[in-house]
């Protein structure tokens, strides 16, 4: 598990640290690491040219800092200053020293566009706002690639918000450790990498599941499994309006886990014809044993689907309750009267959704908004979007960070709600269980496109594909 540590808690650290290491070592440690990585976006570093664009904060000194390492490999660095009073004493001198040029804000465009790679120093952790004036007017000069230190200015560090120009990067040299900015927003972050700085962060914020997470919790069978030790997922989704919505969901469940899966309610000749393994009958109330539920995708929101979700939301068993099921929750909480306080339930709104759950849209902070829906719920939240959230009541949060937006095509979330339901089958907590799911999604949805828009029903057939390029503990 990748953790992920709030600026706050960065800082807290870095102070312990400065006060036990020589004056400006960390800052040449990073600033090296940061060279290294212009030198290899450079390919061959001497002749080509690096400007700096710095701040009056140490991310500038960073900037500086680099380009005086630069300039020992022969690189011709230019630095644009924004505030030459305030620039970084130390790091200014070495880089004239090293025979570095410094140019203000008015003569820089010249140097912005023709450099062959641009180093992005404006602002770091201690970013306030958005951008100002004189430092968002030298993006639009920029046309080579950006390396963003420790983080693309112009986007919030701690949530990752862009409210104004902000630097695209293709790679962000980061220090420490990983804050929430390079979970949040990996479009402006481009490729992340860590400097190690020896900070002492435990207890991370934030965390990422990486794929041996998913694997050592991922639901498989061993020897002496059969087809319901993993767990039998039940599905009440899908209605005349939209029978697509079951298949979807339900065949997600198949191909997740080997466990059986049950599916109830109007869909169920067609769910039967495309999934001949499932179990299917026409309503909840006959639907036999399972250990999960999935409710919602598709059922509507009139009387029956509140039924529904009030039955499966008794059956003492984890429940997905996801798409109209959030809609039926926001709309009538007194259908939570229902629910048996001990049993699970995962919630799974996107913006839109969680507005009708908590009174307004999630807004910048969505590690927030999800961690206090959570708590509103006594739910886990899996609040969807380009990165998705997953916040239990606890406080624990997490966040899935996509590449490539594949995802967003109709119907993707009834297949992540399969998904979900069959790892919840499982026993698994539902908060990694959630989380699990959403990776796989999105790793099903990026094997599926392999580079061109693709479908659910793509995302479907990918999820084997997913699920093998994880390292298995048993098999
Ligand atoms: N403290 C440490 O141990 C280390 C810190 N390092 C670097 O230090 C950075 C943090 O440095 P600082 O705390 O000095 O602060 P920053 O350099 O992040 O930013 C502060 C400066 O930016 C300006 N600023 C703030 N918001 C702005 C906005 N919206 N538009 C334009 N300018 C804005 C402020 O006026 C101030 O001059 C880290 O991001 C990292 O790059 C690294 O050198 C590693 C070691
Ligand atoms: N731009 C995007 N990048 C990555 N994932 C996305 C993007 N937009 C949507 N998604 C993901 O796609 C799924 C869409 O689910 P949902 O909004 O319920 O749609 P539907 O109801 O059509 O299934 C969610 O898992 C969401 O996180
Ligand atoms: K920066």
């Known amino acids: 598990?990748?953790?992920?540590?709030?600026?706050?808690r960065i800082r807290a650290a870095e102070r312990k640290l400065l006060a036990v290491t020589p004056d400006g070592a960390l800052m040449r440690k990073a600033a090296f690491g940061l060279s290294v990585h212009a030198a290899k976006m450079l390919g061959a570093p001497s002749g080509r040219r690096v400007t700096l664009l710095v701040g009056s904060g140490d991310n500038g000194g960073d900037a500086l800092w680099a380009g005086f390492f630069l300039r020992k490999r022969n690189v011709a660095v230019t630095a644009v200053l924004l505030n030459p009073d305030k620039a970084h004493p130390q790091g200014l001198a070495a880089l004239k020293r090293a025979g570095g040029r410094v140019v203000p804000v008015a003569d820089s465009p010249q140097w912005i566009r023709k450099a062959d790679l641009v180093i992005d120093g404006i602002v770091g952790i201690s970013a306030r706002g958005s951008l100002r004036p004189d430092a968002a007017s030298l993006l639009e000069?920029?046309?080579?690639?950006?390396?963003?230190?420790?983080?693309?200015?112009?986007?919030?560090?701690?949530?990752?918000?862009?409210?104004?120009?902000?630097?695209?990067?293709?790679?962000?040299?980061?220090?420490?450790?990983?804050?929430?900015?390079?979970?949040?927003?990996?479009?402006?972050?481009?490729?992340?990498?860590?400097?190690?700085?020896?900070?002492?962060?435990?207890?991370?914020?934030?965390?990422?599941?990486?794929?041996?997470?998913?694997?050592?919790?991922?639901?498989?069978?061993?020897?002496?499994?059969?087809?319901?030790?993993?767990?039998?997922?039940?599905?009440?989704?899908?209605?005349?309006v939209y029978p697509g919505a079951a298949v979807l969901s339900a065949g997600a469940a198949v191909y997740a886990t080997s466990g059986m899966?049950?599916?109830?309610?109007?869909?169920?000749d067609l769910v039967r014809s495309r999934w001949p393994e499932i179990i299917a009958t026409g309503s909840v109330t006959d639907a036999g044993r399972v250990q999960s539920w999935v409710v919602g995708p598709g059922i509507g929101t009139?009387?029956?689907?509140?039924?529904?979700?009030?039955?499966?939301?008794?059956?003492?068993?984890?429940?997905?309750?996801?798409?109209?099921?959030?809609?039926?929750?926001?709309?009538?909480?007194?259908?939570?009267d229902a629910r048996d306080p001990d049993t699970?339930?995962?919630?799974?709104?996107?913006?839109?959704?969680?507005?009708?759950?908590?009174?307004?849209?999630?807004?910048?902070?969505?590690?927030?908004?999800?961690?206090?829906?959570?708590?509103?719920?006594?739910?886990?939240?899996?609040?969807?979007?380009?990165?998705?959230?997953?916040?239990?009541?606890?406080?624990?949060?997490?966040?899935?960070?996509?590449?490539?937006?594949?995802?967003?095509?109709?119907?993707?979330?009834?297949?992540?709600?399969?998904?979900?339901?069959?790892?919840?089958?499982?026993?698994?907590?539902?908060?990694?269980?959630?989380?699990?799911?959403?990776?796989?999604?999105?790793?099903?949805?990026?094997?599926?496109?392999a580079g061109a828009p693709t479908s659910s029903s793509g995302i479907l057939g990918a999820i084997s594909d997913a699920l093998r390029t994880l390292h298995w503990r048993k098999s």
């Open 1 to 8: 598990m990748q953790g992920i540590w709030t600026t706050e």
């Open 141 to 240: 000069h920029i046309k080579a690639p950006v390396l963003a230190v420790d983080l693309p200015s112009g986007v919030d560090p701690d949530t990752g918000a862009i409210d104004g120009p902000a630097i695209t990067a293709d790679r962000t040299v980061t220090f420490g450790a990983r804050k929430p900015v390079h979970a949040l927003a990996p479009a402006a972050c481009g490729e992340v990498f860590l400097v190690d700085l020896g900070l002492d962060l435990e207890d991370p914020d934030l965390v990422r599941l990486e794929a041996e997470d998913v694997a050592a919790c991922w639901p498989i069978p061993g020897p002496s499994d059969d087809k319901y030790t993993l767990g039998v997922t039940g599905v009440a989704a899908g209605s005349a």
């Open 261 to 268: 899966v049950r599916y109830a309610g109007p869909a169920a």
């Open 302 to 336: 009139g009387h029956e689907g509140r039924e529904v979700l009030a039955t499966v939301l008794g059956a003492g068993v984890p429940v997905c309750a996801d798409a109209d099921a959030t809609t039926l929750i926001a709309q009538h909480s007194d259908v939570l």
């Open 344 to 449: 699970p339930l995962v919630l799974t709104p996107h913006d839109r959704e969680f507005a009708r759950l908590m009174g307004s849209e999630p807004g910048k902070d969505r590690v927030a908004a999800a961690r206090a829906c959570a708590r509103r719920y006594d739910a886990v939240v899996l609040l969807k979007g380009h990165c998705t959230v997953v916040a239990a009541p606890d406080g624990r949060a997490m966040v899935n960070t996509p590449r490539g937006s594949w995802l967003a095509t109709p119907g993707s979330g009834d297949v992540l709600s399969g998904l979900i339901g069959a790892v919840l089958a499982a026993g698994v907590d539902p908060w990694l269980a959630s989380g699990a799911a959403a990776y796989v999604h999105s790793l099903a949805g990026e094997l599926a496109a």
